[in-house]
């Protein structure tokens, strides 16, 4: 019959295997049982993991890890595959691990991993390593073993630390948390999680950001705002090297200052300006009265001394931990007495209120304006001039 070819045993060979090559770089049959042993492979280490089960763990590749990670109380841990890159008996697989610290997240924190797998003799996958990926923060327990202290109201976890310190940092926090449930309430999960790194340099590490960045930062806090009971519990990440220079005095202020930001994390929204969601954690912070203003706010005082006495309320700008070390405290101390300002003026409570009522507004814009005429009855610019008289009256 006109337009027929007869077509020879080799080449239907050769058709099979281009048919062949082609499902296989297409990311058809091929590709989806490596993938589907990529993730059979997480799936039993996570459970080696939740089991603290070593030899089961050891099955699946390296070692590497394990022992940093025993100490940690957790509730949950698992891998999902995103991505796989064969070449052959090696691949580079990405996968978000997502893992829950027992008694404290309610949701999962989700972190990207870059693991290097390879085919071994029994032609199986396994784990030569586990990193966090390229854009991703490091783990605590990518950074050494990871040693735990239990408070009351929190969980401390540190590297390279004695269990006294770490007991320190949660008799510390046990001050802190019912410190803030008195200024703030108590319609928060009143636990607060703490990270020890053992260096600055590590500290960045789990930020991922340059080291230098938080240079007399004694501490930060980590969380996603304005997300309600969901969202997983907040990280106080601690740089040992401020940390540690401070007194008695100023660990517990830090330290009350950053359990005051877990608290409110919740009504802290995109809406809220930095000079109040730092402010009111500096107001908690100094609420017990041991320090002046003088004292606990002494560029701000050296600047109204000498006549220069702020025109407006600190922009979110000047809350950067690059640049100007002094610009820096002035925006602190500036949002500090702002809101000591309406606690003693309007009361503690309004001073609550107000809080909660910027962070529910839809946007930025207009959100402080609203809340000042409804809860406080004045305007920005009406606060803004008592606000610079209270700087006088309590600092010049």
Not at 42 to 64: K, P
Not at 218 to 247: K, M, Q, S
Request: glycine share 10%; hydrophobic share 35%.
């Amino acid at each position: 019959m006109a337009g027929r070819r007869r077509v020879s045993g080799a080449s239907v060979v050769a058709l099979c295997l281009l048919l062949v090559s082609l499902v296989a770089c297409g990311g058809g049959p091929a590709t989806d049982a490596a993938r589907a042993e990529v993730q059979s492979l997480l799936d039993r280490r996570a459970r080696a993991v939740l089991a603290h089960d070593l030899t089961a763990y050891a099955r699946t590749g390296t070692r590497a890890g394990y022992d940093n990670l025993r100490a940690v109380p957790l509730a949950d841990w698992s891998y999902r595959l995103t991505a796989l890159d064969r070449t052959g008996d090696t691949a580079t697989a990405q996968a978000d691990l997502s893992y829950r610290v027992e008694g404290h997240d309610r949701s999962p924190v989700t972190t990207t991993r870059t693991l290097r797998l390879s085919r071994d003799a029994d032609d199986r996958w396994r784990v030569e390593s586990d990193r966090p990926a390229r854009k991703s923060g490091q783990q605590l327990w990518d950074q050494g073993t990871v040693r735990t202290a239990r408070g009351d109201r929190s969980l401390v976890l540190g590297v390279g630390r004695s269990p006294a310190q770490l007991r320190d940092y949660a008799e510390l926090a046990d001050r802190a948390v019912p410190a803030v449930s008195d200024a703030w309430g108590r319609s928060w999960p009143r636990q607060v999680v703490i990270l020890v790194p053992e260096s600055l340099q590590d500290m960045g590490g789990l930020l991922n950001s340059p080291a230098s960045s938080y240079r007399g930062i004694a501490a930060v806090t980590t969380g996603e705002t304005g997300t309600g009971e969901r969202a997983p519990a907040d990280r106080i990440i601690v740089n040992p090297d401020a940390f540690g220079l401070l007194g008695d005095s100023g660990r517990q202020v830090v330290l009350t200052h950053e359990a005051t930001h877990v608290a409110t994390r919740a009504h802290t929204t995109a809406a809220t300006p930095l000079w109040l969601s730092e402010g009111f954690a500096d107001w908690v912070g100094y609420r017990s009265g041991e320090r002046t203003p003088s004292e606990a706010a002494p560029e701000l005082a050296y600047a109204v001394g000498r006549g220069d006495v702020p025109t407006a309320l600190p922009g979110d700008e000047d809350f950067g931990f690059s640049g100007d070390a002094d610009r820096l405290a002035r925006a602190y101390e500036s949002g500090w007495l702002a809101c000591r300002l309406i606690a003693d003026r309007w009361g503690e409570d309004r001073l609550g209120e107000f809080y909660r009522t910027v962070g529910a507004h839809k946007q930025r814009e207009g959100a402080i304006e609203h809340a000042m005429k409804t809860v406080l009855g004045t305007t920005p610019e009406a606060f803004t001039t008592q606000w610079r008289d209270y700087l006088r009256s309590e600092l010049g």
